[in-house]
């Protein structure tokens, strides 16, 4: 023994002989680093992570722990002074590999927290305000999330201990975005390799935050979370992000989608679902407050689906807490339209969906009637959609409140338990709502939120234009089930001219994969319904009918081509203002846009009024040429030597308004099609007008100069 101690003593001798001596190393190439060539920079880079790398080993050895967080922001100070020397772009990516590699280590973020945090000495953290510097490389990210579970042998219990003091870091990159194009295209390519961690369908917008959710889908389940890091990590994000959430948007008008705020909340919501399995009793109630006031607000329906996905997964584990929440909102008689959907949304899937064993313990859970209660009135709902759920909800609650197969005598009517049961008779025996409650079943039935809040299905779903989850809304789901279902009721019911006329639709240019009646078959049907001259006197008339706007008046003979117009509030924009103006036709990049929220915002319904067409960048130029040949004049609104000034411009009865791209104005291949540029007269310093401000003026001048030619 005394050998082993005297033995121990030579070791501790030499070690913190060796350790001096690295400091000295760390000292010396920190002052150096400004004078040194840009060739040696690599070399004194190498020497001072390899440095760093024994400091750490010695702290194992239980060395003096005090000077290694000294030692760190040496090396810190020393690896960034030659990252700002170097600008090679393959070397600096590989330093600051090197670099994450060495700082983000589940040992050093251990001892930081333990030696630092803990005490709130916020100062002697070297290795935090490095990444506060780095948190916006994908490289830096994908280190430290990996650290922040601790070391391979690290029990449940110390997991995630090291990522406390980053909790408000953590919070900002779960909702943070890469840009499009990033200060450095090996922002990417750097982590390719450590990519392979994440599901392939990530999108490349996305990547830094997904490493950040693939880190908290790796904790323990709360049971078995350290106390410290479920309260002072995992709850802190929780609320912070809900806090974010119930901010309302800026005029009472949702986010655009796109935008900053758009993204930002989309994100939010996709991480509290994640999030959702750590909503314990100890925050269930604070939650539920917040989710159900930020649910009142103004929202698209992709950012309600997440929304609604987290409200479902809390309710299921804590029924009492968020039913009473749900119950008392379902029974207020204020709620805007867009927040019952919510609350119906909900309802369904706890009372008739998958999830409803979760909800109700019992048929004689009191939640049972309180519900009914609630939801009874909304039968009458102006709203379609919450009407039909409505319907689907009380079906399905009755028959746990009272018995549906007891007759209603003439003394039982006098019971209130006859209310509902002729309630349920009806809605069971009308054949419309039977079709309706079929299909509603189904949805809520393939209603599946796990996946939603799962690490890989969160990452899975398409994304739109502008790089966020664009899921299906079951909003948007049920409203095409209605819609279905009316027209297979009214199709039956429809007159026979109406029959006929969409056989000819169908005949004449209708779908290929569509059955088209052959010629017999339809001088067959026309004998059966009414003579041909009469059906053609009746198509002519709806034909003629085209001309003429929903006001009444006649449409003007001017299309206003936006093809090249890629913003969507210009967009809605322009069909409002073609709508005002009774353009003839808005044609759109794609007119899937007239089904985005803010698109209906902006355009003020006039996307139902005005008819729009969808023509492709690719195929504007023949699409051009198609209209020339149809006798229309392209007109296109264009800065060029030959452009005529708007107000001198003498407009031809048949326009094409081609509008031009947002900065780049028309391209040159397709000016080409254009028979004459216009341009709006300028008396400022600033250049151009917004393109829908641009289209506006000119559609007035247009229409100014037909009102005075129809007085002439």
Known sequence: NEAARKQAGVADVGSGIIQQIYEKILTSANEAVDSTPVIALPPLFACTTSCGEYLVELEDAGSNETALLSSIKVISETLFAVLKEETASSTWMHMLSSMCNLLFS?????????????????????????????MKWVVAVSYISVAWLGSKDASDRDIGLGAVPYRDKIAELLVYKEPKFDESSANQNSTKDRHDTLPQTTDSSSITRAFVLSFLSKLPPPENLSH??????????????????????AKGKPFITGSEEYSKMMRSWQALC???????????????????????????????????????QCTRKHPSTFGESFISEIRRNDLSLQYVSSLMIIGGNLTVGRYSNDFFHSKSDKKVKEILCGVLPWLSSTQGFSRAIAQLLVYKLIPLVVDVEKNNSSSAIEQDDAVLRSVYMFLQQNQDMSRVRVKQQSFFDLYDVDTACQFEGLLSFEVDDGDEASPVHMVDAIKECLADVYKQVHDEDAPEWKQMEDLLISAEGGNEDSSIPDNDELVNFQRKILPVDALDLRIKSLHENKK???????????????????????????????????????????????????????????????????????????????????????????????????????????????????????????????DQCIEIPQLGIIRSLNVHVSGALSIWEYTSQMMKRCRK
């Open 228 to 249: 410290v890091v479920l309260k002072e990590l995992v709850h802190h994000i929780i609320l912070k992000l809900i806090d974010a959430c119930c901010l309302p948007p």
């Open 274 to 312: 994640l999030l959702s399995r750590f909503v314990t009793s100890d925050i269930a109630n604070e939650v539920a407050q917040k989710v159900f006031q930020a649910m009142s607000l103004l929202s698209h329906g992709q950012i309600r689906y997440f929304m609604e996905c987290f409200t479902i």
């Open 106 to 134: 589940p040992k050093l973020l251990l001892h930081e927290y333990q030696k630092s945090y803990v005490d709130g000495d916020l100062d002697n953290m070297p290795v935090m305000k490095s990444f506060g510097k780095l």
């Open 548 to 674: 003429f706007n929903a006001a009444g008046n006649k449409k003007q003979s001017l299309i206003v081509c936006a093809t090249l117009v890629d913003k969507v509030p210009n967009l809605a924009g322009l069909a409002r203002t073609a709508e005002i103006f009774a353009a003839e036709t808005l044609v759109l990049p794609n007119t899937l846009v007239k089904k985005q929220d803010d698109f209906k915002a902006i355009s003020a319904s006039a996307n139902d009024w005005i008819d729009m067409e969808e023509c492709k960048e690719d195929n504007l130029l023949a699409w051009l040429h198609e209209k020339k040949s149809q006798g229309y004049t392209i007109v296109g609104l264009e800065q060029t030597s030959s452009s005529k000034c708007l107000t001198r411009f003498n407009f031809p009865d048949k326009v094409v308004l081609l509008l031009g791209k947002e900065k780049e104005g028309i391209p040159v291949e397709f000016l080409s099609a254009v």
